[in-house]
């Protein structure tokens, strides 16, 4: 399950896929999580399995994924392949009695989610994280630090943008929703403390074909009567740019940008946009492995637990439903057990 390093027991993380996601999360488990190294890698493309493991230098690169989840020198399992497959793996981990950090979506469905947390619960034991890794964005971490502190008076509605520059190569039709506005879905939620209990969602019918079919506006309402919109747009072109802003009672608190210094020249002011995602959460990713490891070693969960995976997919499932009526659609959603606190 471990290694000694210096004498000190070192937990062997094991990445399932080796893409964009699995290959960054592989090298911050290899260099930048204290107590963890990377043990073993897997992808259905071996060659690209390798030359990760090779980069890390302490792993062992298969094209089996359930080889990693069985190999005695993985104490952990990250996650990283494509979202139908988060299920499946996610159970064989647990099965193993293997804590898992599985990227968000947890599962594309809220039945595939809830299949994930029968089993944890039957286990009786909290191994599941699911990577919404925004919770640990020190932004969003400012964010709600200052709704905590009360001064605000309560929140009454989340403003929300997420443009991507061009839409991720792998996107389906609906992935919009099940992989890209399910942060927004989580960060509300954690934001304000309440679950959503309707969704609907407005389609733009200007613009160029491509441009309106990624774009879309996404009102959702919380049981505690908070509203929610957000803006998606999945071809914003100029770069990668996230924004939330909580109006409150007695004031409001927005992100600052994410960029640490604005240039002014030539008669005008600039400041530069993330591609995408990776770079602008960045520090979000490697905080999120590292209390991962943390939540390991001492075996206290943190982040996004398997219930917040399936609240978030509830929700993107109502959302889709409201995208194909143009209606308005209620979440279905179970109460929640006692299990997740
Ligand atoms: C992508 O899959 C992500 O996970 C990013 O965090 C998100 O912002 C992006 O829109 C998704 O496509």
């Given at each position: 399950m471990g290694a000694q390093q210096g004498g000190i027991m070192s937990l062997g993380i094991g990445v399932i896929g080796a893409g964009v996601m699995g290959a960054d999360h592989a090298r911050t488990a290899a260099r930048?999580?204290?107590?963890?190294?990377?043990?073993a890698i897997a992808d259905a493309d071996l060659a690209r399995a390798r030359a990760v493991a090779e980069e890390a230098g302490t792993a062992r690169a298969t094209s089996d994924p359930y080889d990693v989840i069985g190999d005695?020198?993985?104490?952990a399992v990250l996650i990283a392949s494509p979202d139908h497959t988060h299920v499946e793996l996610t159970l064989a981990c647990l099965e193993a009695g293997k804590p898992v950090l599985c990227?968000?979506?947890?599962?594309?469905t809220a039945e595939g989610c809830l299949a994930v947390i029968e089993a944890e619960m039957a286990l009786g034991r909290r191994l599941v994280q699911v990577g919404f890794m925004r919770r640990f964005d020190p932004a969003y971490g400012a964010m709600r630090q200052a709704l905590a502190e009360?001064?605000?008076?309560r929140p009454l509605l989340f403003h929300a943008v997420h443009r991507n520059a061009?839409?991720?190569?792998?996107?389906?039709?609906g992935m919009i929703i099940t992989n890209a506005a399910v942060h927004e879905i989580d960060v509300a939620r954690w934001l304000l403390g309440s679950e959503i209990r309707s969704a609907r969602v407005i389609r733009s019918g200007a613009g160029e074909a491509e441009a309106y079919r990624d774009l879309m506006l996404i009102v959702l309402e919380t049981a505690a009567g908070h509203l929610v919109d957000v803006e998606l747009f999945?071809?914003?072109?100029y770069g990668y740019d996230i924004r939330g802003e909580v109006v409150c009672e007695r004031g409001t608190v927005a992100m600052a940008p994410p960029a640490l210094a604005h240039v002014r020249h030539a008669e005008a002011e600039s400041f530069p946009f993330a591609t995408d995602w990776r770079a602008r959460f960045a520090d979000a990713y490697r905080l999120q492995l590292q209390a991962w490891a943390r939540a390991v070693a001492t075996g206290t969960p943190t982040g996004a637990s398997a219930w917040d995976g399936y609240a978030a997919t509830a929700v993107a499932d109502a959302c889709l439903a409201s995208l194909a009526s143009g209606e308005p659609a209620p979440v279905a959603m179970r109460p929640r057990p006692a299990f997740y606190g």
């Amino acid at each position: 399950m471990g290694a000694q390093q210096g004498g000190i027991m070192s937990l062997g993380i094991g990445v399932i896929g080796a893409g964009v996601m699995g290959a960054d999360h592989a090298r911050t488990a290899a260099r930048l999580t204290p107590g963890a190294h990377l043990a073993a890698i897997a992808d259905a493309d071996l060659a690209r399995a390798r030359a990760v493991a090779e980069e890390a230098g302490t792993a062992r690169a298969t094209s089996d994924p359930y080889d990693v989840i069985g190999d005695p020198a993985v104490g952990a399992v990250l996650i990283a392949s494509p979202d139908h497959t988060h299920v499946e793996l996610t159970l064989a981990c647990l099965e193993a009695g293997k804590p898992v950090l599985c990227e968000k979506p947890l599962a594309p469905t809220a039945e595939g989610c809830l299949a994930v947390i029968e089993a944890e619960m039957a286990l009786g034991r909290r191994l599941v994280q699911v990577g919404f890794m925004r919770r640990f964005d020190p932004a969003y971490g400012a964010m709600r630090q200052a709704l905590a502190e009360g001064r605000l008076g309560r929140p009454l509605l989340f403003h929300a943008v997420h443009r991507n520059a061009v839409p991720p190569s792998f996107f389906e039709p609906g992935m919009i929703i099940t992989n890209a506005a399910v942060h927004e879905i989580d960060v509300a939620r954690w934001l304000l403390g309440s679950e959503i209990r309707s969704a609907r969602v407005i389609r733009s019918g200007a613009g160029e074909a491509e441009a309106y079919r990624d774009l879309m506006l996404i009102v959702l309402e919380t049981a505690a009567g908070h509203l929610v919109d957000v803006e998606l747009f999945m071809r914003a072109h100029y770069g990668y740019d996230i924004r939330g802003e909580v109006v409150c009672e007695r004031g409001t608190v927005a992100m600052a940008p994410p960029a640490l210094a604005h240039v002014r020249h030539a008669e005008a002011e600039s400041f530069p946009f993330a591609t995408d995602w990776r770079a602008r959460f960045a520090d979000a990713y490697r905080l999120q492995l590292q209390a991962w490891a943390r939540a390991v070693a001492t075996g206290t969960p943190t982040g996004a637990s398997a219930w917040d995976g399936y609240a978030a997919t509830a929700v993107a499932d109502a959302c889709l439903a409201s995208l194909a009526s143009g209606e308005p659609a209620p979440v279905a959603m179970r109460p929640r057990p006692a299990f997740y606190g």
